[in-house]
């Protein structure tokens, strides 16, 4: 027999580091896997209990300090402990501080601790909830949570739900849906027979919608060129009068929520519109959707309940851990026909088997968590934390304005533009902001200009964070 190998029961040869770690007996283990899981307890709670007095972006010494990372495949395994105390000694410092309060980036929510548990719950049941049969736990917790959202969204009861990663595949798997049904409707399976020769598919969109929208057409053979732009105010907003004229197979896509200015679409009008020549109206409404769980925002968003599809992200104003995206379609029938998927192997019960409506056989289940947020927040939790929020936005707008900084957007929600001067300046005082760590705030373009965007999509961001930020950012813009 070769050196370091042994044969197994099975007449499988084993490396040999597998016969120096043998199995060990179950209560070992089990007492092994204690210890590790409080080991990562400990060290999660001490990471989350200093965010908010580091800085929020990672310091150069942390980021150096990653190179030791980059190492050869280890050829021996190596004890999990020491791999936790690897990750926490190197990782934990070279984080962006996301979690904190102070984080205000993109549109990155937090997650709720209830939503953090359940994470780590579902990590350790490691579920596959694409069936029933394989997840009875994770299909029921879809279920119960997609007729939840359902309800909190003010989205008709039985449209059809997928749980995917983010907005961009909730884009993808809303429009596969619509471009089914429209095609379907013109006599063409595109599921049998793809686009090769399908009649041509009218596209529409706002001149300011999502890049991530546009890739999701681009996915779906619906081409990134080939859509109709329609030109914006000075918001963002789509302006629905300017809709070119549809014939059928069209899609129009509006959004809920500028990922700039927060603004919204006019949706009853663009529905209407779109309707009347029998086009499939989707919404992208990756946070924006979630004003209709305000009773103070709902008025946002009037209309968008007419529309036909909506995508939206759990991970931004939820606040659950990433990855966790969702899509709604009213025909749930035009969902599974294009996301189903059959095989003998592959058992269908009378339960709603996930698998059916997501690109996705294997995945996680997301359900748990989206479950453990909504349970934890309520419905008045939930709105709460959307009206906090754009609170916060409205304060941190007046406390800059007051600093003589110029606000570009009307705050309708969580979002806010800052212009500090002329580009390079207001370039340099996003650096310095960043440098500084009190808080984290990106650059981003504005109807040709630089602009700082500001997004309050945290449980845990509080009055005092804003204050200390507003006046970390006045610092920096009077250096
Ligand atoms: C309006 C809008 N759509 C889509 C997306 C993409 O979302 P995700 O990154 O979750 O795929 C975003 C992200 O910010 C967004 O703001």
Redesign the pocket.
């Known amino acids: 027999m070769a050196k370091g190998l042994t044969l197994s029961s099975t007449g499988c040869f084993l490396r040999a580091v597998v016969r120096t770690r043998p199995i060990l007996p179950i209560s070992r283990y089990h007492l092994k896997m204690r210890a590790l899981l409080k080991l990562t307890a400990e060290t999660a709670a001490r990471y989350l209990e200093n965010l908010k007095e580091r800085s929020v972006a990672p310091s150069p010494q942390a980021l150096e300090q990653l190179t030791e990372l980059e190492e050869p495949m280890p050829e021996l395994p190596t004890e999990a402990d020491r791999i936790l105390e690897t990750l926490d000694r190197i990782g934990s410092p070279a984080t962006m501080a996301m979690a904190g309060p102070r984080y205000f980036g993109?549109?990155i929510g937090g997650s709720l601790p209830a939503a953090l548990a359940a994470n780590w719950l579902a990590g350790a049941w490691d579920q596959c909830p694409g069936l029933f049969a394989a997840s009875p736990i994770g299909a029921v917790l879809e279920e119960v949570s997609l007729r939840w959202l359902l309800d909190v969204l003010k989205l008709p009861a039985d449209c059809g739900g997928a749980f995917v990663?983010?907005?961009?595949?909730a884009?993808f798997t809303a429009l596969a849906a619509a471009r089914h049904r429209v095609l379907a409707n013109a006599g063409w399976d595109v599921e049998a027979d793809g686009l090769f020769g399908a009649p041509p598919i009218t596209v529409v969109v706002g001149d300011e919608s999502?890049p991530?929208?546009i890739k999701a057409l681009g996915m779906l053979g619906l081409g990134r060129s080939r859509i109709k732009r329609v030109p914006v105010d000075r918001q963002g907003r789509m302006l629905a009068s300017e809709m070119p004229p549809l014939s059928k197979p069209a899609i129009v896509c509006m959004?809920a929520?500028?990922?700039n200015t927060g603004a919204f679409d006019p949706a009853e009008e663009i529905c209407e519109r779109a309707h009347s020549s029998g086009a499939w109206v989707h919404i992208?409404g990756?946070?924006?959707l979630w004003a209709a769980a305000s009773p103070r925002y709902e008025h946002l968003i009037e209309g968008a309940a007419g529309a036909d599809s909506w995508a939206t992200?759990a991970?931004?104003w939820l606040n659950v851990p990433y990855d966790s995206?969702l899509a709604f379609v009213k025909d749930a029938a035009a969902l599974k026909n294009a996301m189903s998927l059959t095989a003998a192997y592959l058992p269908q019960g009378e339960h709603r088997e996930p698998s059916q409506y997501t690109p996705e056989l294997s995945r996680r289940a997301r359900g748990v968590e989206i479950w453990a947020a909504l349970k934890s927040l309520g419905r008045t939790g939930l709105a709460d934390l959307i009206e906090r929020n754009c609170c916060l936005a409205r304060r941190f707008a007046e406390g800059l304005q007051r600093g003589d900084c110029q606000i570009l957007n009307e705050i309708v929600l969580n979002q806010v533009l800052v212009s500090f001067g002329d580009d390079t300046r207001t370039r340099e005082v996003i650096e310095r902001v960043q440098r500084d760590g009190t808080c984290w705030c990106g650059p981003t373009e504005w109807q040709g200009r630089t602009a700082m965007r500001i997004s309050l999509s945290s449980w845990a961001t509080r009055d005092e964070d804003v204050e200390r930020s507003v006046a970390a950012i006045l610092q920096a813009s009077i250096v």
């Open positions: 993109f549109v990663t983010g907005a961009t595949m884009n999502h991530s929208l959004q929520g500028n990922v992208d990756a946070f924006g992200d991970h931004k995206g």
